[in-house]
């Protein structure tokens, strides 16, 4: 990534926020961390961000009340709440303020990273092609190279179906990847022989995943598939 994705980080758990900042530079972001909502509010109105991550249950202002004032001086900027709430009504209520994505804890790093690049792509703030290497687990993919690499090996080069296949497990991690979108998306027809084709390659696919047991491709029943990365974070 040649320019530095600039996050506004929002969590009042020092340990917590400690830890995702020094994440998040290690992937070559440029991260603000702020401990409460309304150090949040201010540096906001003094920098400029491509993205804000903000836990809801802060001191002095909540993360929904901080997301709502941000998105009164810039309705575009992507926004993803971090939350240890899971009842139905936050969820709602962070998405009806503009919420882009919604994350519960225990969380796991490289999930949110993968979700960050998904919402960036999404708003533009990164072209697809810009994001091109994804962490899986101990595994190394480069989807532009189609590559995968399992700790210091040698990378060990996929099909372009593979890649384009594995690529969106990532974009879409601990979530459900749709069967029939998934076939639109690699083999622009979702035909039954379409269907069993992918689902050879998904086989293939848990066979090259299989040295990290941190990680699963799961098959969901009348939906799709969903890759599962391990190591959850508190």
């Known amino acids: 990534m040649e320019k530095k994705i600039r996050v506004l980080l929002a ?18 972001y440029s991260t603000d961390l702020f401990n409460d909502g309304v150090k949040a509010l201010d540096g906001f109105s003094r920098n400029y961000y491509d993205i804000c991550i903000l836990d809801i249950m802060m001191p002095k202002k909540d993360g929904f009340s901080v997301a709502s004032e941000i998105r009164e001086i810039n309705n575009k900027i992507p926004i993803i709440f971090l939350t240890a709430k899971t009842l139905k009504e936050d969820v709602l209520n962070g998405f009806k303020i503009g919420a ?10 490289e ?40 700790l210091e ?10 890649s384009d296949l594995l690529k969106l497990l ?16 690699i083999w622009e027809d979702d035909n039954y022989f379409n269907a069993r084709s992918m689902d050879v390659y998904i086989t293939k696919l848990r066979k090259k995943l299989k040295d990290d047991n941190r ?14 990365v391990g190591d959850e974070l508190a």
Do not use: W
């Open 111 to 150: 999930e949110l990273l993968l979700r960050i690049e998904a919402v960036l792509r999404r708003s533009g703030a990164l072209d697809s092609e810009e994001v091109s290497i994804f962490n899986i687990g101990d595994y190394n993919f480069d989807c532009n190279k189609q590559t995968l690499q399992y």
């Open 100 to 109: 882009d994505d919604y994350i519960t804890k225990p969380f796991n790093m």
């Open 153 to 162: 090996q040698e990378p060990e080069k996929l099909t372009t179906k593979e």
């Open 11 to 28: 969590e009042d758990d020092v340990n917590l926020g400690s830890l995702l900042k020094q994440y998040l530079d290690a992937k070559q």
């Open 170 to 185: 990532c974009i879409n991690v601990n979530k459900v990847l749709e069967r029939n979108y998934a076939l639109k998306q």
């Open 215 to 228: 990680i699963e491709i799961l098959n969901i029943h009348g939906k799709g598939y969903k890759l599962i």
